[in-house]
Structures are given as structure tokens and as C-alpha cells.
């Protein structure tokens, strides 16, 4: 089923990946070049990551595009990044229509600007039909933030009787996250060497293989990411179990 990958075993890929696409400013700086040509360039790298995943018949890519801490990055850096997911939205409609992918944002999307947030409005709409991949972009997302959101609906809804405190499980505090209905990411990968999850699905990754790979997000590409499903594939997920 997977003739363009021979080496992957087609029943044994994760349903749901998550990347911390991280090292566009180190990217720039080894070319003597400004950060914001390392977050165009690792845009392009979005745009392939989104492709092949799509090919392998990957059900979920989640990719943090925007954490909450960024909002504390220079004006004119975070102005950039706007621009730049604006024009990504802009220019991958046609290409997410015709590949049947769904775009969906998680995070406070309330704190994005008013173009931005038409823009994901307007593309999430026109996706909502497509079935064959979800991409979730991480907007303005914090992990913490998100188990306090929760916390809260669920405190609201237990003063209001909808729920008894006692009755809360594992799935009632997953159906508060914005990853509501979504299964657990399978597979984690960060770039550029960092070993840290910097506040990314804290309640999501509980389980995920996680791979740290050197190689700076705007140099990510197609072959290193067949390389990790090789790995993840060759892990025994065992969920705090013991072999079978
Ligand atoms: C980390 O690199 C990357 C980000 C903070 C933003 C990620 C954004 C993109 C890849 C481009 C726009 C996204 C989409 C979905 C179109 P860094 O700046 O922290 O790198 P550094 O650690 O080397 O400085």
C-alpha cells in the first residue's frame, strides 16, 4: 500500500503526530541572516511535513506554530509570524481541498489579530467537510493554560450540578481540551536538539514516543521524517503495561 515507502510498515504508523518545530532563528543566524528568512524557510518545511503526512494517510498533524510565550518575542518578529500563517492559509487552500485535509486551531485564538483570526475562521469553515487529515495548528497555545481552561469549564459545570466531582475521569478531563475528540498524539518530535517539552500538550503527550532530532526545522524534510516512523515503529509501546 505504501509503494513510495518500502521500508515502513503501513499497519504500524501513528495515527496522530505532534511536532515542536523549533531552531528557524538558529537557521537564520548560521547564514548571517534574519530570523524572520528562518520562519519563511520554515514554512516551506511546514508545507512538506503537511504533504507527506497526507501521503502516508496520517490522520492528525499537530504543529506548534505559535506558543503563548512567543507573544513576548519583538513586535516586529511576531508580526511576521502573523503574516506569514495568514499567507500560509491564503496559499494551501486549494492544496487542502483537494487533499480532502481538514485545518483546525488550537490555543487562544481570541488573542491572534483580527485578519489572522478571519482567516482561520474562514479556512477552518471551508474545511470542515474534509475528512481524510486533520492539521491542527497550535495558536497562541500554552499546555498550562489549557489544563487551567479546563479546570475552570469543569469547576463551572460541577457549582452548576452538570457534573458530580466525583464522577470526573481521565476522558471527561480530555473532553475539555481543545483537543476534544481527538486521539493522543502517537508520535512527538522536536527539532534543534532541545530536550523539552516547553509547555506542548502536557496532558496530550502522556504516552507519545517522543524522538529529539539536531537538525534545525527549516532543514526538516521528507527523508528524516521516514527515519523516525523507522524508529517509532521499531519502539514497543507497552502504555505502563508489560510485554504481552
Ligand atoms: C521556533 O523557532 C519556531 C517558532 C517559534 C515558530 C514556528 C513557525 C513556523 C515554522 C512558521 C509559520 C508556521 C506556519 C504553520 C505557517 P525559533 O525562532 O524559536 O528558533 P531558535 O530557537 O533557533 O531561535
Not at 18 to 37: E, F, Q, S, T, V
Not at 44 to 56: K, Q
Not at 97 to 111: C, F, P, S, Y
Amino acid at each position: 500500500m505504501l509503494s513510495a515507502y518500502p521500508d515502513l510498515d503501513a499497519a504500524n504508523l501513528p495515527a496522530h503526530v505532534a511536532i515542536i518545530m523549533d531552531g528557524n532563528g538558529r537557521w537564520a543566524k548560521k547564514r548571517l541572516l534574519n530570523r524572520i528568512k528562518g520562519h519563511e524557510q520554515g514554512t516551506e518545511a511546514v508545507r512538506g511535513i503537511v504533504r507527506t503526512c497526507r501521503e502516508l494517510s496520517i490522520s492528525i498533524l499537530t504543529l506548534y506554530a505559535f506558543s503563548t510565550e512567543n507573544w513576548q518575542r519583538p513586535k516586529t518578529e511576531v508580526a511576521a509570524l502573523m503574516n506569514l500563517l495568514k499567507r500560509f492559509l491564503e496559499s494551501e487552500l486549494e492544496e487542502m481541498m483537494n487533499k480532502d485535509i481538514r485545518l483546525n486551531a488550537i490555543g487562544e485564538i481570541e488573542r491572534l489579530p483580527e485578519d489572522v483570526r478571519q482567516m482561520l475562521q474562514k479556512t477552518m469553515k471551508s474545511t470542515e467537510n474534509n475528512n481524510s487529515m486533520l492539521l491542527n495548528l497550535a495558536l497562541s497555545y500554552g499546555g498550562r493554560a489549557e489544563i487551567v481552561r479546563m479546570v475552570r469549564e469543569i469547576s463551572k459545570k460541577a457549582k452548576n450540578g452538570e457534573i458530580d466531582p466525583d464522577s470526573i475521569t481521565s476522558s471527561i478531563v480530555s473532553d475539555h481540551l481543545y483537543t476534544r475528540g481527538m486521539q493522543d498524539p502517537d508520535l512527538l518530535i522536536r527539532t534543534s536538539g532541545e530536550i523539552r517539552i516547553s509547555n506542548f500538550l502536557l496532558w496530550q503527550v502522556a504516552y507519545s514516543e517522543i524522538f529529539v532530532t539536531d537538525t534545525l526545522w527549516p532543514d526538516f524534510g521528507k527523508d528524516e521524517f521516514v527515519r523516525i516512523l523507522k524508529g517509532y515503529q521499531q519502539r514497543e509501546r507497552r502504555f505502563g503495561k508489560v510485554e504481552a
